[in-house]
């Protein structure tokens, strides 16, 4: 289902995620988004009650959080992968 279409319900779970941070890591089963997708268990907190990461196309993938030291902290860690 396309974005455009998504229900109410959808942006109100997505509003709660203030800060947004797109990082480019390959396909989904590539080691680096595995180590990725690990350091962020063991650091951002629960998922998707903490952050979630979401698929934009092209090996992007827009990372969703709702806490400021955690949201620098991965872009202090994680510097070399975050896009535009």
């Known amino acids: 289902m ?4 998504m229900g109410p319900s959808y ?4 509003k709660q ?3 947004r941070i797109t990082v480019q890591l390959g396909k989904a089963y590539t080691p680096e988004f595995k ?3 690990a350091w962020c268990d063991q650091h951002m907190g629960v998922k998707y009650k903490d952050w979630f990461i979401a698929d934009v196309g092209k090996g992007k993938y ?3 959080a709702r806490n400021t030291k955690w949201a620098t902290f991965l872009t202090l860690t994680w510097v070399d992968k975050i896009s535009d």
Not at 2 to 5: H, K, M, N, R
């Open 17 to 19: 995620f203030e800060y």
């Open 11 to 14: 942006w109100a779970y997505v």
């Open 35 to 37: 180590e990725f997708c």
């Open 62 to 64: 827009t990372l969703f």
């Open 2 to 5: 396309p974005i455009s279409e």
